[in-house]
């Protein structure tokens, strides 16, 4: 008979995954949000949580309904070579192209900026994340128990310390809500929606699932079955958590504005906070958890990513692909964080669906008999309106002209696909490939039978 888990040990791996994806996102764009949503809070933290927590918890559950290795066997249902860019594309986004930078930067933003005056802000930020990211390769060159001993009393840590602020947030707000921003005034849930992509959550959650199945199997939980409903419960745990702090620090930005005015970013929003309530002492507390939180994210993204591509190319070593990764977000981090969320929106415009279309491919595999066609179609599909929105966006955010060819493709995809003003565009489009391609492959497997 297959053991089952106690309900602490569901804490403690729900506690895990929450530490695996609580990093510098998890702060700065909720805080960021409720500035900009204001008396709109609501509906736009309502579609944050969906790409937020909701797709996290799906990607999680995915893994574990699949039955894969990997996310790399995941994906290669619909090709093995799209598997590799896929997968190397994904890593790449979580690791030195914007999440690992970011952690320096939002680590920087919190902690040390509020000390430092915005004559010396670049200076302070090149000296911080030489620091920053000599730890993070000096300790993922030589992975030691200290990270996980750091990671298991910091989330505790983080969690406490967070709901003291928000808890003083809810007693005594610091002003009254302000009116909404820009599209947070029109279309509040659709742009928290698109804001929940910043997280890199959901994209994360198909590499973590695999760390949190093998803890679950090193358990004794064997069964597809029971490794399924241990990830759901484990899962409840993590993004449960995450929900809690996403909604009192989107409240906390909201009630900061009247005071503070707007921000540029998330982060002075929590060190103004941390003062206005706890004085110097909790800006100091706050800044010393943030950077050993950002430092665990960083040293765990680094480790993985330079697992991850040493497998892929094994002629060059794993300590080589560290160094060339941490000496990247080092460069990157320097932008400045601001840059790095701008510049990353494309690239999370073109990834994100993809992404949650091979989840919904693998819930609905077994409907589909699973048709390599239908994974096929449905994904080619993705991948052509969420290339253009790519371009789209990048034009945009860079302030030119759209390319002379991306124009006409623009012009015709507003005009003919539901929601593509919203980012929404590949939904139904994507939805009725699978479902068209589901039932023709069904028909044709029925003939077969028949005949």
Known sequence: ????LSSSSYLVIGVMLFALFFGAGNLIFPAQLGQN???????????FLITGVGLPFLGILAMGYSGSRNLQELASR??????????????LTIGPFFAAPRTGAVAFDIAIMPFVGDGNAQIALLI???????????LSLNPAKIVDRVGKVLSPGIIILLIALLAMVVIKPM?????????????????????????MDALASLVFG??????????????????????????????AFLAIIYVGIGY??????????????????????????????GLVLLGVVIILACLTTA???????????????????YKMFVVIFTTFCFVVANFGLSNIITYSIPLLMFIYPLAIVLILLTFTSSLFNHSRIVYVAATTVAFMISTIDGFKTFCEIIGIEYFEWLAPIVKFYEQSLPFYNDGLGWLLPVVTTMVVTGIIVRLQQLATVRA
């Open 1 to 4: 008979m297959e053991k089952k």
């Open 37 to 47: 949503a204001g008396t709109n809070l609501w509906p736009a933290i309502f579609g």
């Open 78 to 91: 619909i090709h093995p070579l799209y598997a590799v860019i896929f997968t190397s594309l994904l890593y």
């Open 128 to 138: 911080f994340t030489l620091v920053f990211f000599g730890i993070t390769l000096w």
């Open 175 to 199: 002003g009254a809500i302000e009116s909404p921003q820009d599209s947070y005034s029109t279309g509040a849930f659709v742009t928290g929606f698109t804001e929940g992509y910043n997280t």
């Open 210 to 239: 695999i760390i949190v199945i093998n803890a679950i199997r090193s358990m004794g939980v064997t069964s597809k079955r029971g490794i399924l409903a241990a990830t759901a419960k484990t899962g409840v745990v993590a993004t």
């Open 252 to 281: 906390l930005g909201a009630t900061s504005t009247e005071r503070f005015g707007l921000f540029d970013t998330g982060g002075p929003v929590l060190s103004q906070a941390s003062t206005y309530y706890f004085g110097t002492f």
């Open 299 to 317: 040293i765990g993204l680094m480790t993985a990513c330079g697992e991850y591509f040493h497998t892929l190319m094994p002629k060059v070593s």
